[in-house]
C-alpha cells in the first residue's frame, strides 16, 4: 500500500510539471548562416536542407530567386502541482489528510521567419536575406 502511495505521489509530480510548446520553423537564421554561403551553395543543396520554396521567380539577369516564409504561433503552456500527505495514529485509529494545491501561466506569441535566396545563371547561390520577427 505504501509503494503505491509513494509511486502514485511522484506520477503525479512528474504530470503536473509538463509543459508543450509547438515545433519551430524549419527555416531559422542559424540555418540559413549555417547551410548558405554566398558563390558556393546550389540550389539542390539548398533544396535538400529546407525542402521546396514558398515562391520561386526569374530575376532580370536570368537567376532565380526562393523564398522561404515560416509562420507559427507559439503556445506554452507552464504548470506546477503540490501534493502533501499525512497520517498517524489517534488512540486506536488511523488518521490522514491530504492537501493539495497547483499554479499555471501560459504565453503565446507567433513568429515569422522569410529567407529570400538570389541565385545566379549557373544556380548557384549570389546572395540571401533572413528575416525574423516576432510578435
Same mark, same amino acid.
Request: net charge positive; hydrophobic share 35%.
Given at each position: 500500500?505504501?509503494?503505491? =502511495?509513494?509511486?502514485?505521489?511522484? =506520477?503525479?509530480?512528474?504530470?503536473?510539471?509538463?509543459?508543450?510548446?509547438?515545433?519551430?520553423?524549419?527555416?531559422?537564421?542559424?540555418?540559413?548562416?549555417?547551410? =548558405? +554561403?554566398?558563390?558556393? /551553395? /546550389?540550389? !539542390? +543543396?539548398?533544396?535538400? !536542407?529546407? &525542402?521546396?520554396?514558398?515562391?520561386?521567380?526569374?530575376?532580370? #539577369?536570368?537567376? +532565380?530567386?526562393?523564398?522561404?516564409?515560416?509562420?507559427?504561433?507559439?503556445?506554452?503552456?507552464?504548470? =506546477?502541482?503540490?501534493?502533501?500527505?499525512?497520517?498517524?495514529?489517534? &488512540? #486506536?485509529?488511523?488518521?490522514?489528510?491530504?492537501?493539495? &494545491?497547483?499554479?499555471?501561466?501560459?504565453?503565446?506569441?507567433?513568429?515569422?521567419?522569410?529567407?529570400?535566396?538570389?541565385? #545566379?545563371?549557373? #544556380?548557384?547561390?549570389?546572395?540571401?536575406?533572413?528575416?525574423?520577427?516576432?510578435?
Amino acid at each position: 500500500m505504501k509503494g503505491k =502511495l509513494v509511486y502514485s505521489f511522484l =506520477l503525479l509530480s512528474l504530470l503536473s510539471a509538463c509543459s508543450y510548446r509547438l515545433p519551430q520553423p524549419t527555416v531559422t537564421p542559424g540555418a540559413a548562416k549555417m547551410v =548558405l +554561403e554566398k558563390g558556393v /551553395t /546550389t540550389q !539542390a +543543396e539548398i533544396f535538400q !536542407a529546407f &525542402g521546396s520554396p514558398n515562391f520561386v521567380t526569374t530575376t532580370k #539577369d536570368g537567376g +532565380e530567386l526562393w523564398v522561404y516564409s515560416n509562420h507559427a504561433r507559439v503556445n506554452q503552456a507552464y504548470s =506546477l502541482g503540490l501534493l502533501g500527505l499525512g497520517g498517524g495514529l489517534v &488512540g #486506536d485509529a488511523l488518521v490522514g489528510g491530504c492537501a493539495s &494545491g497547483g499554479y499555471g501561466s501560459g504565453t503565446s506569441y507567433s513568429r515569422s521567419i522569410n529567407l529570400m535566396i538570389t541565385f #545566379d545563371k549557373n #544556380d548557384v547561390v549570389k546572395d540571401y536575406t533572413v528575416s525574423q520577427l516576432q510578435y
